[in-house]
């Protein structure tokens, strides 16, 4: 087990951010660890930020993680992952959402909306392990845009394995379980589907 693992989720009011949260709380208490979480709530009723920190360790004393120390970072969408790069590590384990959802400042025609080639670069001046997926896209392919949140996990957690943040101290099942602990009974297939699929875009 690694002394401390700490996570930043950061997206927009809507996306499922703190449900995304909640359930990695509860996977690394499955896991043995002690677990805390912080919310940070813009206008999230209107698409306003939000952010989460969970942290993971043999001792946890607060959920509080400073700039700079942000080993696993899970952006829900691409604006969301800009602002809130400052928070990382160098070489943090990063899983980016390609869901652009534009802000008041770009529809109204005062600001643009940054390309992929600027987001990639940025993020690559941060770390070079980051992958690229398109939950959105991938969950209205399984028929229902809402499990977005829970694709994204799933390739989370396919990245931490791979990269030995995880080990066999927890398995795949552990993460499925937490996520149906947190959602209704009749949309439990479904969302262990979308957390599969999340593993495979990886």
């Known amino acids: 087990m690694q002394p401390t693992i700490n996570f930043l989720l950061a997206g927009v009011g809507g996306q499922g951010t703190i449900l995304a949260s909640d359930v990695l709380v509860n996977v690394g208490l499955a896991a043995g660890y002690q677990a805390k979480q912080a919310e940070v709530h813009g206008m999230s009723q209107r698409g306003g930020s939000v952010t989460s920190y969970v942290r993971w360790g043999q001792t946890v004393y607060s959920p509080l993680v400073?700039?700079?120390?942000?080993?696993?970072?899970?952006?829900?969408?691409?604006?969301?992952?800009?602002?809130?790069l400052n928070q990382l590590r160098r070489g943090a384990l990063a899983v980016i959402n390609m869901h652009a959802i534009p802000p008041v400042t770009v529809t109204s025609g005062d600001q643009t909306y940054p390309d992929d080639?600027?987001?990639?670069?940025?993020?690559?001046q941060v770390t070079d392990t980051a992958v690229y997926?398109?939950?959105?896209?991938?969950?209205?392919?399984l028929g229902n845009p809402r499990v977005e949140n829970v694709v994204l996990l799933g390739a989370?957690?396919?990245?931490?394995?791979?990269?030995?943040?995880?080990?066999?101290?927890?398995?795949?099942?552990?993460?499925?379980?937490?996520?149906?602990?947190?959602?209704?009974?009749?949309?439990?297939?479904?969302?262990?589907?979308?957390?599969?699929?999340?593993?495979?875009?990886?």
């Open 66 to 84: 400073g700039a700079g120390e942000v080993d696993v970072y899970l952006a829900f969408e691409k604006v969301e992952a800009l602002r809130n």
């Open 117 to 124: 080639d600027r987001l990639r670069s940025a993020i690559a």
């Open 133 to 141: 997926l398109d939950g959105q896209a991938i969950a209205e392919g």
């Open 156 to 202: 989370l957690s396919a990245l931490m394995e791979r990269e030995g943040l995880i080990g066999s101290e927890l398995l795949p099942d552990e993460w499925i379980v937490a996520i149906t602990e947190r959602v209704p009974g009749k949309y439990a297939t479904l969302n262990r589907r979308a957390f599969e699929a999340g593993r495979l875009a990886l």
